[in-house]
């Protein structure tokens, strides 16, 4: 996560100058908000949170240096965010402006949380983000941070590798705590299973991705790099690494280069050697492995398309609901049967984690987050309830938090966990007819709970994870009484599912992921799968005589069944332990690992509270990140200026001079955005030169050309108010604006001026007003657009105040989105009308324009375009160090426009008609230059003048990684 916030600021970093500031995730206005003040952090909390912000204030300085040691570098203090409005757990540090988030909602995901409390983990893996981007302030890089600010520096920091930053800072979680993914056979289950099966991709694939195959992340990739050259060179190896790239970072490869030089590897030698190691260990560990004989469920799919089924609920004894997703898919619930046949059911929205989908009393139900339309660091989690007889959707609730929920067995109620903007879970039960919350469970010690489900119609099971690790916990909703049915220790277990006298749940015992048992007449354990690489989500057939779970293969997930016998279970206390504790060469190696670990595991800190104080966004508006030159994208203009952006996003300042290479002239500017209101308030101002050359008479030769230079001032302010309006598989967004424009011109000397500029008019006045509205499907990895969707914009440019110069223009555009003949194709029809006055002013135009084609400006304007998209090749495809091509993809296009307008030719008004129609072929590419991670796009288009019958060829440049 933090990779693609210094991505995205840095290249923000080159159009910061545009008049229009990004919209930024903002917060409630009426959230109050203080900050804590420690020697190293400055912890910033919502009124309410204190309590957890003293915690986490503590946590930080006690993991401060063990997090610190291996890279030598103590960083200077930074602030800590904690978010509590967003139910999407997360964290994140960005250099753009300096800071780390923390949002404060654990995770329902065992494989990410494991057995660590969330704002603990967050401590530790995103602190040490921190310190690797304290560890850029090295050599010329030093230099250049002084220059030029943290934009530059965070443009450094893009010639290292993504997979170091995430690697290093999981490999340090696992070090240092308890848990940590490094621990969790989960989180390597799709590299191991490619090594097991024979599948070693080269270092541009395993960097790059694939459209076809399952590719490993870069978490997953670099904890594996990373670790083995501690394990192989020692603990500080990376701080020796990083030292010597910083020094001079500025030529191709020279992370690459770096590395060799500290220890005779290049990262392509470090990959192989990786794999090898890792070939090995795995290999060792599937010896002797006892394999528990399942069934698959067929499914319909290709083998050349990675696809998953998984989390499978039984419906009747032969035929159940699972969820379907892939890189050819977007999730989707699905039947499946014995005999091979697949029905889609539903295809939902934006799923808050899939693994807590449950069906029972023929209804599913599932949790979806639900963006508030302005506030968007404000997400809630919505229980969505499916009718499977009539297929009628409710939207069960309102505005909740709830993260995890289940039916009851005869589907009238519902178990869920809510998570508290205060860092508090609560255990409820509602009515699954009208969403009440018919009853809060106590939790006097504040444990948080895992993936409800329910025993019979008034106990509920659910994961509870105490300071110590985790249990299975039954409560009685009647009684309000709870019993464990495991003793509490560091173990990641998961999903449990009740079958007669036994509770079956997930358990990493043996080291590889499986499916156990306990017997809750006397507390017997017994494990009851043993899969190659893991068996997940049990589910048991109504007639209790199966039980079904997902596995893992090169091909995706699947749904494999086999029969309940507990005769073949085996006892967990002869389990075989098969863990691979990768890291534990690295215990003894790390610097005040002991320290952390010992901190990590005490309940609460100890000392008095740090202090608090009130924090306003007004007076701490301005905080400045960036300095001195930024060279635009264009690459025509050169600005010296600074960009502001507070800590808690509202306010944006862009300021500086630019100077005007084309027309050799500079100006001053200053753009403001503040985002806290509901509407964003935009303002903006310039003052300069410009140069103006043009022919002050059309009669031959053309010798008549003057040049002049004049000077202007020019304020802008504004009102935007963007809203996300999504509910369902459909994105949805909404865009209202307002602007007023000032325009004065001085020293403008010329006889003739261009319609669209001021020139001797002295001054301008226009107001404009827009409009848009999309409604797009998600789209999975593979779509090259939408397969269905909607589109429309409209605008109203127009100078209602009077003066020398008059104008006015409205138009309305918009784009329809089908799928094509093949999964993956998309077509788009477009269609847009303009009319502008003919005044003394011209406005530029609000639709677009065939491709190719020199706009021109008539009365009326008549538009319309139909394009094909679709993706030819999804090749591995690698030239050497330097690129690395993974996709093909075509478009085909032809647009037309119709343009009249009113001109008077020998003293007599006349309507004149213009017709302009383009045809053409693009041809793309999506590539990864020098081994970035994030692909860019770019081709060839070829356009045919149906009404010239000349051609034209031009570079095509898509994407840019943001």
Wanted: charged share 20%; glycine share 8%; with cysteine.
């Amino acid at each position: 996560m933090m990779r693609t916030l210094l991505w995205m600021g840095w290249l923000a970093s080159l159009t910061a100058t545009a008049q229009t500031l990004p919209v930024l995730d903002q917060n409630p206005t009426g959230l109050r908000w203080y900050r804590i003040k420690t020697p190293n952090f400055r912890v910033l909390y919502p009124q309410g949170l204190e309590q957890t912000a003293q915690r986490t204030a503590w946590r930080l300085e006690q993991v401060y240096e063990p997090v610190s040691a291996s890279l030598a570098r103590r960083p200077r203090p930074i602030s800590i965010i904690l978010q509590n409005q967003s139910t999407i757990s997360n964290g994140f540090v960005t250099l753009t402006p300096r800071r780390s988030e923390f949002v404060t909602t654990p995770p329902q995901d065992p494989f990410l949380l494991g057995t660590l409390d969330w704002l603990d983990q967050l401590a530790v893996h995103e602190f040490r983000h921190v310190v690797q981007n304290e560890k850029a302030l090295t050599g010329f890089s030093k230099a250049v941070y002084s220059v030029l600010g943290y934009a530059a520096l965070a443009g450094i920091t893009q010639g290292v590798p993504d997979w170091f930053f995430e690697g290093d800072a999981v490999g340090t979680e696992t070090v240092l705590t308890r848990s940590g993914r490094g621990r969790i056979p989960y989180f390597d289950l799709g590299f191991r299973t490619n090594l097991l099966a024979g599948r070693r991709f080269s270092y541009p694939k395993a960097v790059g991705g694939s459209y076809r195959d399952n590719v490993p992340n870069w978490y997953t990739l670099g904890y594996f790099m990373t670790t083995y050259l501690k394990r192989n060179y020692g603990a500080n190896v990376w701080s020796d690494v990083l030292n010597r790239y910083y020094r001079f970072p500025l030529y191709p490869f020279s992370f690459s280069n770096s590395l060799k030089r500290t220890t005779g590897l290049r990262v392509e030698k470090l990959y192989r050697r990786t794999l090898a190691d890792l070939d090995e260990t795995w290999r060792k560990q599937q010896e002797g492995l006892r394999i528990t004989p399942a069934t698959y469920y067929p499914v319909r799919t290709t083998r050349r398309v990675f696809t998953n089924y998984e989390y499978p609920q039984y419906l009747t004894d032969s035929t159940l609901l699972a969820i379907k997703s892939g890189l050819g898919d977007i999730s989707q619930l699905v039947l499946l049967s014995r005999n091979g046949h697949e029905k889609k059911v539903f295809v939902q929205g934006l799923f808050n984690d899939p693994q807590h989908f449950s069906a029972a009393g023929g209804k599913a139900c599932w949790i979806e987050y639900q963006y508030d339309p302005r506030w968007w660091q404000r997400v809630y989690s919505e229980i969505r309830l499916l009718d499977l007889t009539t297929g009628r959707l409710r939207h069960l609730t309102h505005r909740g938090r709830y993260t995890a929920a289940a039916l009851s067995p005869d589907g009238r109620k519902l178990a869920a966990v809510r998570n508290d903007a205060a860092y508090t879970t609560r255990l409820v039960v509602l009515d699954a007819e009208t969403g009440q919350e018919l009853q809060v469970l106590e939790n006097p010690d504040s444990q948080f709970y895992q993936h409800p489900r329910w025993q019979d119609n008034q106990t509920i099971l659910v994961v509870t994870l105490k300071n110590g690790g985790k249990t299975i916990e039954a409560i009685n909703t009647q009684e309000n009484t709870r019993r464990p049915l495991l003793p509490v220790q560091n173990e990641n277990i998961s999903h449990p599912q009740p079958w007669g006298p036994y509770v079956l749940y997930n358990s990493p015992q043996s080291g590889i992921d499986n499916i156990y048992g306990v017997d809750t007449r006397n507390g017997q354990t017994f494990q009851v799968t043993s899969r190659p690489t893991g068996a997940y989500h049990v589910s048991v057939s109504p007639g209790g005589r199966q039980l079904a779970f997902h596995d893992f293969t090169v091909e995706g997930h699947r749904i494999a069944e086999m029969p309940l016998d507990p005769a073949q279970w085996v006892p967990a206390s002869s389990v075989r332990d098969r863990e691979v504790r990768y890291f534990g060469p690295l215990l003894a190696q790390q610097p005040n690992g002991q320290q952390a670990v010992a901190v990590l595991s005490d309940s609460l800190p100890a000392g008095t509270p740090y202090p608090s104080s009130r924090y306003t966004r007004l007076g701490n508006a301005i905080n400045i990140y960036s300095w001195g030159p930024i060279v635009t994208s264009s690459g025509q203009a050169l600005t010296v200026g600074v960009l502001s952006q507070d800590l808690l996003s509202t306010t944006q300042l862009a300021a500086g001079y630019a100077y005007n290479q084309p027309e050799q002239v500079g100006n001053i500017y200053a753009n403001l955005s503040y985002q806290a209101l509901y509407p964003i308030i935009d303002l903006g101002f310039q003052s300069g030169n410009r140069n103006t050359s043009l022919y002050i008479d059309r009669r031959e030769p053309l010798d008549s050309l003057r040049t002049d230079k004049w000077q202007y001032n020019q304020f802008t302010a504004g009102l935007r108010l963007p809203l996300i309006l999504t509910r369902s598989k459909y994105l949805q967004n909404l865009t209202l604006s307002a602007n007023y424009g000032y325009q004065q011109v001085s020293g403008y000397d010329l006889p003739v001026r261009y319609l669209t500029e001021v020139g001797f008019g002295r001054s301008l006045n226009t107001v404009n007003y827009a409009f848009s509205y999309s409604r797009t499907l998600r789209q999975s990895r593979r779509d090259v657009a939408p397969r269905w969707g909607q589109a429309l914009s409209a605008t109203w440019r127009t100078t209602p105040f009077g003066g020398s110069l008059n104008g006015e223009l409205w138009a309305v555009q918009g784009s329809l989105f089908f799928p094509g003949l093949l999964k993956h194709h998309s077509l788009r029809l477009r269609g847009g009308y303009q009319q502008q006055m003919r005044g003394t002013y011209r406005f530029s135009p609000a639709v677009f324009f065939p491709r190719g084609q020199s706009y021109v400006s008539f009365d009326q304007l008549r538009i319309g375009s139909a394009e094909y998209r679709l993706p030819l090749l999804n090749p591995h495809w690698a030239l050497g160090r330097w690129l690395y091509i993974q996709r093909v993809k075509a478009a085909g296009f032809f647009d037309a426009a119709e343009g009249q307008s009113r001109v008077t030719q020998q003293g007599r008004p006349q309507t004149i008609t213009r017709q302009y129609s383009t045809a053409g072929l693009d041809l793309t590419f999506v590539f990864n230059p020098m081994r970035l991670r994030t692909p860019l796009e770019a081709g060839v288009r070829t356009i045919y003048n149906l009404n010239t019958g000349e051609w034209l060829f031009q570079p095509l440049v898509i994407d840019i990684g943001f």
